[in-house]
């Protein structure tokens, strides 16, 4: 059930990605979108290209969650969505946090940051429940006898 939990919070975390999180005017922007604009925010250079890295290697990490999740593999699965929610969750609460300006010229829209907060918090839930879950073998019993 953990996983499941967790790849429906990694799909809505990715999908949360390409929803608006930039309003300048009328014009609205996606998160991929707003990366392109790094320069202005006086991220250009190595540390632009780290978080442009990270950021864009969000996606292929949720995909390969999801193929782990189902070929069994559920542990390593679980702390990679750890890491994914972890990342994508940081970046889109302080985004949402920031949120909310609705007079201003420029500003956060919330629609993405939200989903995607949404789904990052869904995602480490699900990992964090199949890393507690206990699971029972064929050699264990009741009594505690082999």
Same mark, same amino acid.
């Given at each position: 059930?953990?996983?499941?939990?967790?790849?429906?919070?990694?799909?809505?975390?990715?999908?949360?990605?390409?929803?608006?999180?930039?309003?300048?005017?009328?014009?609205?922007?996606?998160?991929? /979108?707003?990366?392109?604009?790094?320069?202005?925010?006086?991220?250009?250079?190595?540390?632009? /290209?780290?978080?442009?890295?990270?950021?864009?290697?969000?996606?292929?990490?949720?995909?390969?969650?999801?193929?782990?999740?189902?070929?069994?593999?559920?542990?390593?699965?679980?702390?990679?969505?750890?890491?994914?929610?972890?990342?994508?969750?940081?970046?889109?609460?302080?985004?949402?946090?920031?949120?909310?300006? /609705?007079?201003?010229?420029?500003?956060?829209?919330?629609?993405?940051?939200?989903?995607?907060?949404?789904?990052?918090?869904?995602?480490?839930?699900?990992?964090?429940?199949?890393?507690?879950?206990?699971?029972?073998?064929?050699?264990?019993?009741?009594?505690?006898?082999?």
């Amino acid at each position: 059930m953990g996983a499941v939990l967790g790849v429906i919070g990694l799909v809505t975390a990715v999908v949360g990605t390409f929803l608006p999180w930039l309003r300048s005017g009328t014009v609205t922007r996606t998160s991929y /979108e707003v990366l392109a604009l790094r320069g202005f925010a006086g991220l250009d250079g190595v540390s632009g /290209e780290v978080v442009r890295g990270v950021w864009v290697g969000l996606t292929p990490l949720a995909v390969c969650c999801v193929i782990l999740w189902s070929t069994r593999l559920q542990r390593f699965a679980s702390w990679l969505a750890l890491l994914f929610g972890t990342i994508g969750g940081t970046v889109a609460a302080l985004a949402a946090v920031q949120g909310g300006s /609705e007079g201003a010229l420029v500003g956060i829209s919330l629609t993405g940051p939200v989903v995607t907060l949404g789904g990052a918090v869904l995602a480490i839930a699900g990992a964090i429940t199949v890393l507690t879950a206990t699971t029972r073998t064929a050699s264990s019993s009741p009594g505690g006898a082999p």
